[in-house]
Every structure is written in C-alpha cells, then in structure tokens.
C-alpha cells in the first residue's frame, strides 16, 4: 500500500537558477510549513476582535505579532499567517481565542507562499504588480491583494530590503511559479532552500 | 570612412572605432556603431530605400527619424522577419539584414510602378469607384486582387523566438521627450527630489539639438545635453528610459510606452526581453514631443535625394553623412538656414537657398554674407532626375521668374507642426496658430502641460525656459515642494522671423502630400468636389494621415489644402482625431508574456498528477484543467465515455471534482441569508446534512445551482458550478454588503483550500470503508442519503458527503489539498478489488444526463427554474433573490420551452447539441422550431443516443411524440421521440446502492 504523504503545489518545481552577472539579482523561496486563517468578526465585534488578537485594520499595513502576522482584507476581515506548521494547532487555537465574537476559516493549503528577496526584488514584481512599490510610497509592513499575472495575489512587505512574500492560490501556483521564475532571469536569480 | 558619402570628421552620434556590416537586400556595406540602417544607407551612396504603397515610386528617406513614411524595410530574417521597419530609427548592429520591401522583382526595377501609367484612374476613392461592377467579380476576382496588392513588407511565418514583457511604473512627472525643453523639465523637477521619470524615444538625447552650433549655458549643447544626462542619472528619484516611444496617453493619466530594449542587437541576450511594455501611472506630464517638420509640396517631391531640412542636417551632423554634394535648399522659415550653416560647416556645397518669403530675414542676410546664394520668393516648381534627384526647377509664385538648378539634394521646410499627438489622446483638441502655421495644444484636460516645440516655441531659449517652468509646475501641481529653484538653462536669444504659408508650390503634376499612402494635393482636392470635405471623411477618402507614420509630415498640410479647397481658414477644418498608438507597436509587445500556453494561467488541481498518471486527456474547464477521458491503448474517445459511463453504473467510479466553487458560510444568520439567496428553504437543514439548491438573478432566471451542507449550527459549506465560482461568491458579497449588512453572516472561498473526488458506483461504499477504514463508518445507517460528516484521517480534517449527480450511490470526499494525492491513491487502492476506473467529466456529463440533471449546458441564462422543471421548488413562504422578477408574465407563459428528453429512434446516426426540434423536417425555419437539443450523449444505460431539450410546450404537449432534431450545419435531422428526462432510475432506487 502506498504510504500517505501530503504533497506541495510547487513540490515537483525543479531547482533551477540563472546566473545574475553584474546584477545583485533574485533569491526566489518557497515558504513551506507555515499555517493560514481567514477570520471574520461578527457584526459589530470588529474592534473587539482586533483588540483580543492585538491587530490593526488600517488597510494595506500588516500587524506582526508574537506568533502570526495579520493581513487586513477587508472591514472586519484578515488572514492570519502563522510560521507554524499546518496540523500544530494554530487554527484551533485561534477558534477558542475567537469563541463569541469571530469566526475561523482554515486555509492552510489554500494559497503558497512565495518569498521574493534581492535587491532587484521591487524590479522584478513591477513586471506583473500595477501597486505603487517604490520605497516612498510602501515599506516594510506594505500589504495588498492585487492581480499579478492575472492571478490573485496576497502581498506583503516583509522587509526593506526589500523582501516580499506572494501569498497565491495553489491551484494557480505553478503557472504563477513558470510566470516568476521566467521573468526573474532577466535579473538573474536562485533558488533558495525551504524558506520559513 | 564606411562609404562614399561618409564625411570626414563630425558626426555627434557615430563612433567611428566601431565599424560595423551590415547587408541591404542581399549588398553588403560597412557602417558605424551608432549609425541608423539610414544613415548608414546613405554613407554608402544608397538613396533608393523603398517603393511607394500604391504607385511603386521610387523612395528614399524623407527624415531622419520615427516618423519617415518612404523608407521603410524588413529587418531580419526567418521567424524574426519584422516588415514595416523605419529605417531612420533603425539602430546598426553587426550583422543587420535588411531588404527593402512592396517591390518585384527588386528595387531598382519594380514591374508595379507601370501603376504610374495607370494613376488617373488610382485617385482617391478609386476602389469605391473601380471595384463596383460586375457584382459577381467583387469576391472572386477584386477581393483577391485588393488583396494582393495591399499591404506592406511581410509578415514572419514563424513562431516570433523573441519574448516579450509588460511593467508598471509610477511617477510623481513623467517627461515625455529628451530634447532641450524635456531634458530642462526633468532637471529642474528631479533637482527638488520628485520622482521624475524622463523617456526619450530615440537612442540619443538633445532632440533637435546641432551638437555644436547651439550653445547652452555657455557649452556646446553636447556637452550640456551630456551634463545634464550625467546630472539625471546621478539623482536617484530620476529614471531615464531611453529608446522608449510613450504612445497612448489613456485616462487618469495613465499612460503606455514601449521600451526596444533589444531591438538594436541581432538577437536578444539569454533572458532578456526584445521589447518591454510599461504601464505608467503619473501624477503630472510635461509633454515635451518637439515638432515635425512638413514637406513643401511641389511636383516629384518625393523621388531620392529630396528630404526634409532638419533630416538633411541631422544626417551631417550627427551621422557624419552627407546626402548629397551640391545641395539646394527650399524653405518657408528660418529652419532652412540652420541646415546651410550645417552644410557650409562640414564643407557641402550649398547651391541655392530659396526661401519662399519675400522679405529679407536676418538669417537670410547673415547666409548672403557668408557667401551663399539666397533668392527670397522663389518656390519649388519641380524635382528633376530619374530614381535620383539630379535639379530642382523652380519659379514665383506668379510664375514670373523660372529657373534650373542641378543639385543631388533638395533640402526642404514648410515649417514645423508641433507634435499634439499624445495630447490629442487625451481629448484635447488642438488649436490653430498663425503665427506657427500649425496646430498647438489647447487647455489640458488631463494633468499635463506643454513645452517646446511641442507647443510652438521654437527657439532654443525658449524651449529651456518653457521645459523649465513646465517642470517645476509639475511638481508643485503634483503637491510637492519646488523648494529653491536654481536658474533655467540659458541659451541666446534668437529672433525668428515668422514662416509664410506655402501649401501648393506652383505646378500641376504628382506633388506629395502624404508619401505613404501616395496622397498628392489634387487628391485632397479631389474628396473635397466628391463631397468628402470633412475632414474625417477626407481622411478615409484619400487614407491621409493613415499608416505607420499617422501622417505626420502630412496631416498639417493636407488639412491646409482641404481648407483652401473648401474656401475656408484652416481652423474651420480643425483636425482629425489622433487616437494611440503614436507609432507602431508589435503585437507580440501587447501580448508580452500572454501567449502560447501561457496565455492565461492554468489551474491545476490537487490531484492533477493522479490523472497524468492513469493517462487522463485535459480539457479546459475556465482555467481549469480536467480529466476529459481516460483512454485505454488503442480506444477512441467515444469507446473511453462509453465505457467510463457504463462501468460506473457496473462497479464504480472516481472522478476529480476539485474544481466546484467551495464557499464556506459562517455567521448566525446564515440560515437566513442562504433562504434569500436560494429559492428554497433553508432554515430547518439541520446540522450534518446537504440540500440542493437553486439561485436565481435578480431578473428571475436560473443562476447557479449546487449543494450546500450545514457543517454546524453557524458554518455552512456551499458548492457552486465551476463556472460561476467567482461570479455567486461575488453576488453574494453584493447581497452581505449592499442589501442585508444586518445579517450576520460571513463567507470566503475554499475552493483551493479542498480538493474532492466523486466516488460513485454500486462499489462505493465498500470502496471507501476500505480505503478510509477506521476513520468514518459509511454505511447507510451512520451516512445517510444528504448526510454530511466531518472526520480525521491520516493526520488531516476530511469531509464526506452522501450526495450524487451520477444517480448511483455516491459520495463526495474533500480534503485539504495537500492531502488530495494521498486520499486519491488510498481510495485508488482500495478500490482495485471492486473494478474501480477512473472517469473524466465527459461520462460525468452521460451519467447526469441519463438522469435529466441539469448542468452549465441547461443553466444559460436565459431559463426559469420552472423551465428546467423545478418550479415547485420556488419557496412561497420566504422573499429571495430574483423572486419578483421571476413571476414576470413572459417568465411564467405557458408556451416557454421546457425541459424535456429526447431518445434517437433511428438505428443509425447520433444526436446533436445546438439541433433544433421540429415537426416536419422539410419545413424547419426559426418559426417552425418548437425548441433546441442542449446535451445529448449516447447512453450506454438506454442503449441509445439520448438528449435534454428545451421545447415548447414540453412533455406536457409533445409526450411520446416523434420529432425532428434538425442540424443545418452537418445537414441531419434525425427522428427523436420526445420522452421525460428522467431517463434512468426514475424512482432514484440505485442511491441506496445494493441491496444486502
């Protein structure tokens, strides 16, 4: 009998790289082992909510907590992106915090996350992003959903380095995947490790 | 020295260290690093570069940039084969093939110019007139021969190897052109740290600048064009993208422009793009375009050798090529005599400056001082030669002086239009101005301002000071601070004299208004007489204006005639419309990365590689890729369904339905928010079991149906069809947010985060009890029929759903996709001892159809709920969307078409979707047809082709009775007997299973 074994969407992606030459170029990483949520504050407990989890709901601004980053979605909405891994509790625990003024949607498996760092970073996602990433108008913190390479996409600044995580629907992922990898060359870039 | 015509010395863009090959339909010659294909052309004593559109005249370069209309070639070879290419801008790279083009046999002698012969009856409009009898030749024979002689150049047959990409930038001021007032604008707005994007078109900056005979700020404008550059690329809030053409200037000042990153190399370095589209978005623009320079139009103005002054003088001074050795210049303005001085100073004979004004400018007496022969009032009668200008004739306007001048040049100007083509985009309709004789921006409409020439300054000094101020305004209107300003750049003030309007030099023969449509003056007149003298008719009458060029040496001059032919000022005519792009774009550079099998992303499911695996076939469901069919060795798709299909109803079945909407529910009213979306009733579902339901638009006709579980007192799941995924999860945020943000209730999609199969078959449930052994017990007893529970099985949260689209006993199980492969493979296992196969959506769609369950086929839009025959299940206790509209009269008329069965009564033949159902077969029109077949199958469970139909009067009137399915498109019309829709199992006996 075949033994189980969860799969990833970008797991048979083979390693590959371009050589960067004179550029910095681009380190591409797929996050693997991290869990997502989307919650929802029932009507009228928004602030309750944010206040319970220590979240913001300025759009466009991540909160960063102890154990998960926050992405406000819309009003009352967010995905909640935690480092640990799907199956270590971090949806049901976030249930039992929400118990009475919000609601848990799990959605671990529902999108990757593609990390994109270098200095060339901002470069590169200009080629599909139509945000405004310069450094005067979005730093680290930035978030946004947005279509890139006509695919929905999570984005979030995580450093000024500038570092960016791509949170995109898995069934969308390997064609999003071709689409990065593809238009990075350009820069150069290499495929980092399992990113966390 | 690279060629005959190759000086000296000069040449401000060239670098002569780096000699170049290059090969011009099938000649080699040498060039220069820096050289256009033109320029290069030219050093080598080639002035014969193509042939006209319609004419086939002889052609040669009538500027030096992008928007010459004659020279015009193919580049490359193979599949990178691009027609239509400006020699002017095209930049030399070693290597470069080129042939010229819309010739046969070759250049020099093209069997197509005896058009000439034939031009009085190739005037305007000549194909409304030649072309209109007899009417039996307009496909067979004009079409063809239309056709054949349209077009220009070839295109590549080839798959194009280059690739292509968009990008998106932003901008507090975009500075649209790099010459005098452009590179002014961007200096003083990137000095105060906005952030400032400059885009020249050309490889070079300076514009119209003479490298050295204008002075800026007391330097050779070369070197302050190179300063200044050095000064922009040193600010960081300054990008300077050059060999980028801005060409659509669109709303909310967006705006697109095309980067040739890598059109001046053979081919493109490893991953790197030819072209790149950009996107930009900018707060402000200084359009800083310059101006075209207009051709006086005189009889043969447009054989080899005569060229527009500024082309003259840009091929001397910064190619270091001289396009003739005794020049004659014809001008109407002061220009004219900047191109002498150029000439003088790189030691061309300069024969005669004719300057059609009759007061002595200053520039006119400071040339006679230098020893040039000028005659003020004199005008271009005639180009003289053969395929090369060997004189000019010319005379007075009043015909009373008349003389030949030998020459194997004619530099001319009949002033400047500035350039409001990207203005014009933007609505604004450009203003006439005597005192330029051209047409200049209006108030903007969009946040952009004018400089330069652009707006009909043509002095240097006054091209910085306008460049300047447009810049700092910019910014300031942006809402950022200008801070200090430092002083514009200086250049010495120059007093013009003013141009004198010449449209028509005296003559009667070929005098070329647009040279590459093959518009001559009379031709213009000529749409006038026959009526067409607006000009937007005037315009599509003659093709003025049209092509790659969009006229621009022409439109001004044309719209001058057609105002004096129609007896009225210029302003009166007004202009045409300029609409983007402003210069060619290929195609592939609008496609960029969107093409081939990256033309839109694809979707796969969890289980994609399972299928690869059991050899499915793909289809495209959206952007969804599905199993269609799994074929075994040596099987045809129609033997794979049949066999899927029956093999279900035998045994059992697995099928990837990953791809259903998923949306889940959460709130405490979302029992009531599901009975205002669904037609039926929700409310007393209770927890741990599914219904099916309908949903209505809010003009009553059917939506979107599926089934939705009440996984628990306040957390719902829905299916949607694949199709209307996104559009019921987006209907029902408009229902949450616009109509009832009282209810609480909550809902995102989930389609990614679960993947599902079907498994369906007399065998399902001994296959799943097997593959999910300890886990779930799946007998009837603990999963009922709509049951819903939710379990944990190897580590993971699964759900299971007691629900069938096939008829059979079936079950839906969802699990993460990460576990998607895993729980396919456990069921794949356990399912090898009870004939388990795989199956694809197409005996997906025969099992539903053998059961009358309506799909995307059924649901189009423009069907009722009691059409489809389940107009019992509309509510009459609750209000929901699309109940209103649903009672309509027309919604709710007997006569509506109603589903209904079909079943083939003829022995051979097949059915057809799309057939119309009809009485009699030999009478079968739109207003014979009683309604149309939407899916048809040939069902293994019946034993023949059988279909669903929408028909008038449904069952009702037509039960038992026979039919005719009529196809026009494969000349069929089989008989069909018209039968319920339920076809098999109408008792639903088989949703147990087997009986133990």
Redesign the interface.
């Known amino acids: ?2 033994e ?6 970008l797991g ?1 992606v083979p390693p590959q790289s ?1 050589e960067s030459g004179d550029t910095s170029g681009i380190t591409l990483n797929v996050r693997h082992e991290i869990s997502m949520v ?1 919650i ?1 504050a ?2 009228g407990r928004e602030m309750e909510l944010a206040k319970k989890l220590n979240i913001e709901g300025v759009p466009g601004r991540a909160s960063e907590t102890r154990s998960f980053t926050a992405f406000p979605l819309a009003p ?2 967010w995905m909640l992106v935690s480092k640990n891994a ?2 270590s509790g971090f949806g049901t625990g976030i249930a039992k915090k929400l118990k009475g003024i919000g ?1 848990v ?7 990757v996350c593609i990390r994109v760092s270098g200095s060339q970073a901002r470069e590169l996602l ?7 990433l ?1 450094q ?2 979005a730093s680290k913190g930035f978030c946004a959903q947005t279509p890139m ?3 929905g996409v999570l984005l979030h600044q995580v450093n000024d380095g500038p570092t960016y995580d791509l949170y995109v ?4 992922a ?3 995947w ?2 990065l990898a ?2 990075a ?2 820069f ?1 870039y290499s495929r980092g490790g399992r990113g966390h | 020295m690279s060629g005959s015509n190759r000086l000296s010395k000069g040449g401000s863009r060239i670098d002569r260290t780096r000699p170049l090959r290059f090969r011009f339909d099938g000649r080699s010659f040498s060039g220069f690093a820096g050289d256009t294909l033109a320029s290069a052309l030219l050093a080598n004593g080639v002035t014969l570069m193509g042939r006209s559109f319609k004419y086939h005249r002889p052609r040669g370069c009538l500027t030096a940039g992008s928007e010459e209309p004659n020279a015009i070639v193919e580049m490359r070879s193979g599949a990178r084969r691009e027609p239509n290419t400006r020699a002017t801008i095209a930049e030399l790279y070693d290597g470069l093939e080129a042939t010229s083009q819309n010739r046969f046999p070759s250049l020099k002698f093209d069997i197509q110019s005896l058009n000439q012969l034939l031009s009085p009856f190739l005037t305007a409009g000549f194909y409304y007139k030649t072309f209109m009898w007899p009417a039996s030749f307009w496909e067979p024979v004009y079409e063809k021969i239309i056709r054949r002689s349209a077009g220009l150049g070839r295109a590549a047959t080839e798959p194009d190897p280059d690739t292509y990409e968009h990008a998106n930038t932003h901008c507090d001021v975009l500075v649209v052109g790099a010459g005098p007032a452009g590179l002014a604008a961007a200096l003083s707005a990137g000095r105060t740290g906005a952030r400032v994007l400059l885009v020249e078109e050309q490889a070079a900056a300076g514009g119209m600048l003479s490298p050295d005979r204008d002075m800026i700020d007391g330097k050779r404008s070369a070197d302050w064009v190179e300063q200044s550059q050095a000064e922009l690329n040193a600010l960081d809030n300054v990008t300077i993208m050059m060999r980028t053409t801005l060409f659509g200037y669109y709303d909310h000042n967006v705006l697109a422009a095309l980067e040739r990153v890598n059109d001046h190399v053979a081919e493109p370095p490893a991953h790197q793009p030819r072209q790149r589209l950009w996107t930009i978005r900018a707060s402000e623009v200084v359009l800083a375009c310059g101006s075209h320079e207009r051709a006086l139009t005189f009889d043969n103005n447009d054989k080899p050798g005569v060229m527009l002054s500024g082309a003259v003088r840009a091929f001397v001074e910064r190619y270091g090529v001289t396009p003739g050795k005794r020049v004659v210049i014809c001008t109407n303005n002061d220009d004219g005599y900047n191109t002498a001085e150029a000439l003088i100073n790189a030691g061309i004979e300069v024969a005669l400056i004719a300057d059609a004004r009759t007061d002595l400018c200053i520039a006119a007496q400071s040339a006679r001082e230098t020893g040039i022969r000028v005659e003020t009032g004199l005008l271009p009668q005639k180009a003289l030669g053969g395929q090369n200008v060997s004189g000019l004739s010319l005379q007075r306007a009043d015909g009373s002086f008349s003389e030949k001048v030998d020459c194997d040049c004619i530099a001319m100007s009949a002033g400047f239009s500035p350039d409001v083509h990207l203005v014009s985009q933007t609505g604004v309709a450009p203003v006439w101005r005597e005192n330029v004789l051209g047409f200049v921006p209006d108030k903007p409409i969009r946040r952009e301002r004018s400089a330069g020439a652009g707006q009909g300054t043509f002095d240097l000094a006054g091209c910085l000071a306008e460049g300047h101020a447009a810049g700092l305004d910019a910014v300031s209107s942006a809402g950022l601070k200008t801070g200090r300003a430092k002083a514009p750049p200086k250049a010495k003030a120059v007093e013009i004299a003013p141009p004198l309007a010449i449209w028509r030099c005296p003559g009667n023969g070929k005098a070329f208004v647009d040279f590459q449509n093959d518009v001559t003056a009379r031709d213009i007149h000529l749409a006038n007489q026959e009526g067409f003298s607006s000009v937007e008719h005037a315009k599509r009458y003659t093709t003025l204006g049209m092509a790659t060029d969009q006229g621009k040496t022409s439109n001004v001059t044309g719209i001058a005639l057609l105002a004096t032919a129609r007896g009225e000022p210029i302003p009166d005519v007004g202009t045409t419309r300029f609409r983007p792009p402003y210069s060619p774009v290929a195609i592939g550079a609008f496609a960029g990365h969107e093409r081939g099998k990256e033309f839109q992303p694809v979707r796969r499911t969890a289980m994609h590689a399972c299928g690869e695996k059991l050899g499915a076939v793909f289809v495209e469901a959206g952007q969804w890729l599905r199993p269609q069919y799994y074929p075994k060795s040596g099987e045809g798709v129609m033997e794979a369904i049949y066999r899927e299909s029956k093999q279900v109803r035998e045994t059992a079945g697995i099928c990837d339905v990953s791809t259903l909407g998923k949306i889940e529910i959460f709130g405490d009213d979302s029992g009531e928010f599901l009975n205002r979306i669904y037609i039926n009733g929700w409310k007393l579902l209770a927890p741990g079991k599914a219904r099916y339901g309908l949903m209505l638009r809010e003009d009553g006709y059917v939506f979107d149906d599926g089934t939705t579980s009440r996984l628990a007192d306040d957390h719902y799941l829905m299916t949607t069809t694949t199709a209307n995924a996104a559009r019921v999860l987006a209907h029902m945020e408009h229902a949450s947010q616009v109509l009832w943000p009282d209810l609480d209730v909550h809902f995102c999609s989930a389609t990614e985060q679960w993947c599902g199969v079907a498994v369906a078959g007399p065998n399902a449930r001994a296959i799943l009890a097997k593959a999910f052994a300890d886990a779930i017990d799946v007998s009837d007893e603990a999963l009922p029929f709509m049951g819903v529970r939710t379990f944990e099985w190897s580590g993971t949260t699964a759900r299971i759903f007691r629900i069938s689209f096939s008829g059979e006993l079936a079950f839906e199980v969802n699990v993460p996709w990460s576990a998607g492969e895993g729980m396919w493979n456990a069921i794949w296992e356990a399912g090898q001892d009870h004939g388990l196969i795989p199956y694809g959506t197409e005996a997906l769609s025969v099992l539903r159809i053998e059961k009358g369950h309506v799909a995307g086929n059924e649901l189009d839009g423009r069907t009722t709920a009691a059409d489809m025959g389940l107009g019992k299940m509309m509510s009459t206790k609750k209000p929901f969307i699309g109940q209103k509209l649903a009672g309509r009269e027309g919604m709710v008329a007997k006569d509506r078409a109603k589903l209904v069965g079909l079943k083939l009564t003829e022995d051979s033949g097949r059915l057809r979707g799309g057939a119309h159902l009809v009485i009699d077969k030999d009478n079968a029109n739109a207003e014979t047809s009683l309604g149309w077949v939407t899916s048809v199958c040939d069902s293994p469970a019946i034993g023949c082709w059988i279909g669903l139909a929408y028909l008038r009067g449904g069952l009702e009137e037509h039960d038992g009775k026979r039919l005719f399915a009529v196809n026009p498109i494969y000349d069929e019309a089989p008989a069909v007997e018209v039968v319920s829709p339920h076809f098999f199992d109408p008792q639903g006996e088989r949703l147990k299973g087997p009986v133990r």
């Open positions: 009998m075949t189980f074994q969860t799969i990833h969407p048979d371009v989307q929802f029932r009507n009352g909405q799907p199956g609601y949607s799990e959605q671990s498996d529902s999108r200009a080629r599909g992003c139509r945000l405004d310069h005067s108008v390479a006509q695919v629907y898995s069934g969308f390997r064609s999003f071709e689409w593809h238009t060359g350009q150069g």
